[in-house]
């Protein structure tokens, strides 16, 4: 037991878990939904998401973690249902094709930062030459994977926890010095009215189903992390308090990245409101326009500004691809006992090895850039793309359903009872409490057994809903 591990403090397990969930999803991703799908209408519908049905599937993936001391395809056997590993095994499956293609990602940002610090905004008009440049992306690809295995390789207290606690803070700092600024820029109260102001008109049955689906990617919910972070705490950690928080610092830096983003999108299109809906739906915002953003406000300030913003985007993306990677060596350390650090540097290479045709489908390689045309899209997506759809979307969808059944009605609601409860509970803790009780066994696994019935009909077998 010894050689597992585990957190040292309750606020480290939190801010790792934090971490694991605030990533690229969060800075990159969401601020664009927001601008496609109706401004704080969107927000609203994400909030009562993450709330009402991820935050229960969070508190039972803890639950899991905390009672068996084990990862994901493991726990499922200590609680005595070797069959329903298959969900572990499902989340290992997810987590390696995730971490395949976002490490990618990641790798454009963490490039960015260098070009920044060298002035370098004219990057921005060859964004796809930049994409397509598969030595310099694949170096920093490997740059990024080495430095995540590093910090897994330490171990849960030493390496994980440890780096959370140095980024997250960092993090925060980050994001609010950037809204400061962001918000003395010209036109920032248009940006920000344009985020805050609901359109409700702009909501339709697709902008709830991408409000959910971002919001479950966004917590890094079915695939087992919490399950395999939830293994390293005591009976002392409180269920559902630390999944209230975990869920809150999620949405609440979320939330914060909107308010960075709307002023600069407002300043760059001179608080033009058509304009600002073109680019606010476009995730080539963060690389192709924001660079531009960072040149005007001259060399020296746009220098500092620039490289703090990639540096901010990289920080957040390393602490999903730490909890990434830990999900595959916590499984080869409890089932196949293999110590951690080969398991560790065993893993990255793996996962960077079946990365390469996700680096190639950025404009290097014709096969893997239009890599397969799926019906309801109107060109061929990319290797990466089409990885994202299994691993982050549809595997994600059916990971959550399948932990919803089992903690409710496998496992039983009795035993799960029993985990989350605790002494000395607060009236709020009670009242989440009984919540979780409820959806586990209702409204999540319905919620989520719909929306992956939709996943698999729009996408894979196009039947169109509109
Ligand atoms: N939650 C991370 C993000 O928002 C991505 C992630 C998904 C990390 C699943 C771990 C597991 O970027």
């Known amino acids: 037991m010894a050689a597992r591990g585990g957190f040292n403090s309750r606020i480290g397990f939190i801010l790792a878990a934090a971490g694991s969930a605030v990533g690229l999803g969060n800075i990159w991703k969401f601020p664009f939904e927001v601008g496609a799908g109706?401004?704080?209408?969107?927000?609203?519908?994400?909030?009562?998401?993450?709330?009402?049905?991820?935050?229960?599937?969070?508190?039972?993936?803890?639950?899991?973690?905390?009672?068996?001391?084990?990862?994901?395809?493991?726990?499922?056997?200590?609680?005595?249902?070797?069959?329903?590993?298959?969900?572990?095994?499902?989340?290992l499956i997810s987590g390696l094709l995730i971490l395949s293609f976002y490490n990618i990602v990641a790798a454009w940002a963490f490039g960015y930062f260098f070009e920044m610090l060298r002035g370098h905004f004219e990057i921005a008009k060859h964004f796809s030459d930049y994409t397509a440049d598969w030595l310099k992306i694949g170096s920093y690809a490997l740059i990024f994977m080495l430095g995540t295995a590093f910090i897994v390789s330490r171990g849960v207290a030493h390496g994980i926890e440890r780096?959370?606690?140095?980024?997250?803070?960092?993090?925060?700092?980050?994001?609010?010095?950037?809204?400061?600024?962001?918000?003395?820029?010209?036109?920032?109260?248009?940006?920000?009215?344009?985020?805050?102001?609901?359109?409700?008109?702009?909501?339709?049955?697709?902008?709830?189903?991408?409000?959910?689906?971002?919001?479950?990617?966004?917590?890094?919910?079915?695939?087992?992390?919490?399950?395999?972070?939830?293994?390293?705490?005591?009976?002392?950690?409180?269920?559902?308090?630390?999944?209230a928080i975990i869920t809150l610092t999620d949405v609440s830096i979320a939330f914060l990245?909107?308010?960075?983003?709307?002023?600069?999108?407002a300043y760059v299109t001179n608080g033009d409101l058509g304009a600002m809906a073109d680019i606010s739906g476009e995730e080539a915002f963060i690389f192709e326009t924001l660079p531009t953003v960072f040149e005007s406000l001259g060399p020296n300030l746009g220098l500092v500004i620039g490289s703090i913003f990639f540096l901010l985007l990289s920080f957040a993306a390393l602490t999903s691809t730490i909890s990434l990677l830990e999900v595959p060596t916590a499984f080869l350390v409890d089932e196949k006992k293999i110590p951690r650090g080969k398991a560790t540097w065993g893993v990255a290479l793996f996962i960077f090895v079946i990365g390469i045709p996700s680096l190639l489908g950025a404009g290097a390689s014709q096969f893997f850039t239009q890599f397969i045309q799926m019906p309801e899209m109107e060109s061929p997506i990319s290797f990466m793309k089409f990885v994202g759809l299994i691993g982050g979307s549809t595997f994600l969808s059916i990971g959550g359903f399948l932990i919803s059944i089992f903690t409710a009605y496998v496992w039983k609601k009795s035993n799960f009872r029993q985990e989350i409860e605790a002494e000395n509970e607060s009236a709020l803790i009670r009242f989440l409490r009984g919540y979780v009780d409820f959806a586990i066994g209702i409204i999540c696994p319905i919620v989520l057994g719909v929306i992956t019935v939709v996943t698999i009909l729009t996408n894979y077998l196009g039947v169109s809903f509109s």
Do not use: H
Request: net charge positive.
């Open 38 to 91: 109706g401004g704080a209408a969107f927000l609203v519908i994400y909030l009562f998401f993450a709330f009402t049905l991820c935050f229960p599937v969070m508190a039972a993936e803890i639950a899991i973690g905390r009672r068996t001391q084990s990862s994901p395809v493991s726990a499922f056997k200590k609680l005595g249902f070797p069959r329903w590993s298959g969900i572990g095994y499902l989340g």
């Open 163 to 243: 780096a959370a606690k140095m980024m997250m803070p960092l993090l925060l700092l980050l994001v609010l010095g950037l809204i400061i600024y962001s918000l003395t820029l010209p036109n920032a109260n248009v940006g920000i009215k344009y985020y805050l102001l609901p359109d409700f008109s702009k909501v339709t049955g697709a902008v709830v189903y991408g409000a959910l689906g971002q919001a479950f990617f966004s917590l890094s919910l079915g695939m087992g992390a919490l399950i395999t972070f939830g293994s390293y705490v005591t009976k002392q950690t409180n269920v559902i308090s630390s999944a």
């Open 257 to 265: 990245a909107g308010l960075m983003m709307f002023p600069l999108v």
